[in-house]
């Protein structure tokens, strides 16, 4: 079992930065692919980024990559979102979530575990 706490959201002007945090729980956290979703009103839950174990392999939606960096510190049981360059379309609640299939995924589905969610919104 893994909890997740996500933290770091809140409101910033277009071309500012947030760095979203995920503290996870328990001792293995460092065998779990961690992924980072959003989601904005009335629209589905989207992929952002996703970090393998290691955090030596990562993937980014279309829509972030140049400008949001996922990273993790196994030592710590925490994952981050690095979000530069924000946008008024990147306003959302954003989503950690953990899967134990040992690969980077985009498909929410094969995450078994999520977090509460951190509010993210950027004005223009």
Do not use: H
């Not at 996500?6 to 409101?11: D, T, V, Y």
């Not at 904005?40 to 400008?67: L, M, W």
């Not at 134990?100 to 575990?113: E, K, P």
Request: glycine share 10%; net charge positive; hydrophobic share 30%.
């Amino acid at each position: 079992q893994v909890q997740l706490v996500e933290s770091g959201g809140g409101l910033v002007q277009a071309g500012g930065s947030l760095r979203l945090s995920c503290k996870a729980s328990g001792r293995t956290f460092s065998s779990y692919v961690m992924g980072w979703f959003r989601q904005a009103p009335g629209k589905e839950r989207e992929f952002v980024a996703t970090i393998s174990t290691s955090g030596r392999s990562t993937y980014y939606a279309d829509s972030v990559k140049g400008r949001f960096t996922i990273s993790r510190d196994n030592a710590e049981n925490t994952v981050y979102l690095q979000m530069n360059n924000l946008k008024p379309d990147d306003t959302a609640i954003y989503y950690c979530a953990a899967t134990n299939r040992g690969l980077t995924t985009v498909v929410a589905s094969l995450y078994d575990y999520w977090g509460q969610g951190t509010q993210v919104t950027v004005s223009s």
